[in-house]
């Protein structure tokens, strides 16, 4: 259920719109469903309908024209809320709307329960999926109604109504959603023929900006070289900086100034330098190969599901508001053919990374550090790093979106499955090419049939899933190269197996294939160090303590495999 509520200072007009049929045509019989006392006149089902009209106003207006005598009645007397049902909902009967309309005024301070002085109200049917309360906002001791935050607490009330009736539950907010565009916004972007308003689009310009840099200079550097945009530091009389605002560069009427907590909260000047200061100063690489940052970053993305499940909710707060950032600056180094669903799908979710919940930002420095390095370095023209990437940002998606909903952020919840649907699609069209590349390269059926048999030894309760997944052959492509590198195949599924659980997977054979891709471009371990992994796994998963060695013998036919023709 959906309410609105607005004011004004003619009775008589909100009643004649009210009982009108002439002029509005979806009004079809109108008539009271509850009032104050159960006893106003009913102009609906009256036989005089403009005397019955006239004394309902004056009875309304009764307690406005005693406090008018005394000085003290507010000019805007008239309190309107509309109640509106979903379209799935089913029709309640009069009963049912008084009922709710008895909880509404009285939620809300209009005539509060068990209250001889509230306010004078009535509730107008005029169609089968709404109703109106019309109320005037005196008292009967002449003082003005305490209806402070009555959408809110209209809308709380409401909330509750829908589970009790059985009806649909709409989705709500808790007020940290970023400013919604005005009417004249949107009208002013219609007229110059954008999709989309200026607020909204430096929004986002805003949003990259600070995904990008790594000092505040930077990040009014990166604005003040954007074609479209200006930027203007403000300053205290002091020197200091105050603040910074961003206005679009083409506006023929000359520039409208956002300052950045009017374009979202968490883009104002402070809590910008905040998440900066969070990321530490850079540490330069000493010798040895350097890290290839898409991995860093697929792997620190990786890692966010399991401080979901932490108690620390400004840590994952934190998290989650990293992630946006990663979402965000995706599109600067990505092909043309998937940007435009990876800019959708960083704009969805950037409601998914706020709630009242204070973010931690000190905790997600890794995947900051490297997002920041993907920036500088492109991805590889296979598509195989982004692939990597997009695979894991899928889970922190879903993961991100059961966070939210243990919490009840209806909002962020929607935001995040809206989200997945555009992952999604810039995934399924990232990974074709580096997928088919890869099953072009797939093995011999002989060694497949040991990696068949490696499955079942790593991953026994989703072996036969793998290798029934149509990207089963690019798993044994890069299981077979990895072999080749000196890496144990079987070592590395079930170090890829417990970086994070698969059931979230829609595909487990694509989230193998890049988690062993990732982990292979690392240097072989030295026979040592694979016979101290060999010892360390195996006490893990069987407790026991005795040496094992490094690789068990592998048949030549092992029975758990069966040969497979692709």
């Known amino acids: 259920m959906i309410a609105k509520i607005s004011g004004g200072k003619d009775t008589a007009g909100l009643i004649r719109y009210l009982f009108d049929t002439k002029k509005a045509k979806d009004h079809t019989d109108p008539h009271l469903v509850a009032s104050w006392d159960g006893f106003a006149p009913d102009p609906g089902r009256a036989d005089d309908f403009d005397a019955t009209r006239k004394l309902l106003v004056a009875d309304l207006d009764l307690h406005v024209k005693q406090a008018r005598r005394l000085g003290h009645a507010p000019e805007k007397h008239t309190w309107h809320c509309s109640i509106r049902a979903a379209e799935t909902d089913r029709h309640l009967s009069d009963e049912e709307w008084a009922d709710i309309a008895h909880r509404v005024v009285a939620a809300t301070g209009i005539a509060p329960e068990g209250d001889p002085d509230g306010c004078r109200w009535v509730a107008v049917r005029h169609a ?70 200026a607020r909204e689009r430096l929004r986002a310009t805003v949003r990259t900006a600070v995904a990008a840099a790594s000092t505040i200079e930077e990040f009014v550097d990166l604005l003040s070289h954007i074609d479209g945009v200006l930027v203007e530091v403000v300053h205290f009389p002091s020197g200091d900086v105050r603040g910074y605002k961003v206005a679009v560069a083409d506006d023929a009427q000359g520039p409208i100034w956002y300052s950045g907590s009017k374009l979202a909260p968490d883009l104002s000047l402070p809590k910008i330098q905040e998440r900066l200061a969070s990321m530490g100063q850079p540490t330069g690489q000493s010798g040895g190969r350097r890290p290839n940052p898409w991995h860093q970053a697929t792997a620190a993305a990786e890692r966010i599901p399991h401080h979901f499940d932490q108690p620390d909710d400004q840590a994952s707060q934190g998290h989650l508001a ?19 669903q990876l800019r959708e799908a960083a704009t969805a979710f ?25 920036l500088r370095e492109p991805a590889p023209k296979d598509g195989a790093a982004l692939a990597m990437f997009l695979d894991a940002a899928i889970l922190v998606v879903i993961a991100a979106a059961r966070w939210h909903q243990l919490r009840h952020h209806d909002q962020q919840v929607a935001a995040a499955h809206q989200t997945l649907v555009h992952l999604q699609a810039a995934y399924d069209q990232a990974a074709a090419v580096p997928l088919a590349a890869l099953a072009q390269r797939r093995p011999p059926q002989q060694t497949v049939d040991r990696h068949i048999y490696h499955l079942h030894q790593a991953v026994p309760d989703h072996a036969e899933q793998v290798v029934e997944d149509p990207a089963f052959g690019a798993l044994t492509a890069v299981l077979a190269e990895a072999e080749a590198a000196g890496h144990d195949p079987q070592q590395l599924l079930q170090q890829a197996a417990d ?45 026991a303590s005795a040496p094992m060695t490094a690789v068990a013998p592998v048949p030549q036919q092992p029975t758990q495999a069966r040969p497979r023709s692709r």
């Open 128 to 197: 089968p999926d709404h109703i109106h309360i019309a109320a005037t906002k005196v008292r009967a001791d002449l003082r003005t109604a305490r209806h402070w935050n009555d959408y809110l607490t209209a809308d709380y009330e409401l909330a509750a109504i829908e589970k009790e009736y059985g009806l649909f539950q709409v989705v709500r907010g808790d007020r940290t959603a970023a400013k919604r565009p005005t009417r004249a916004e949107q009208e002013k972007a219609r007229r110059v023929g954008h999709d989309t308003t």
């Open 322 to 340: 990293a992630f946006g950032e990663a979402l965000d600056a995706l599109p600067l180094v990505t092909p043309q053919t998937v940007r435009h």
């Open 350 to 374: 950037e409601r998914a990374t706020r709630s009242r919940i204070r973010a931690d930002h000190h905790h997600a420095r890794a995947l900051r550090g490297a997002v920041r390095a993907m």
């Open 499 to 543: 970086q994070r659980a698969l059931d979230d997977a829609d595909s487990l054979a694509r989230v193998l294939t890049w988690r062993i891709q990732r982990l292979s471009a690392r240097s072989a371990p030295s026979p040592r160090a694979r016979a101290a992994q060999a010892r360390s796994t195996a006490a893990q998963h069987t407790g």
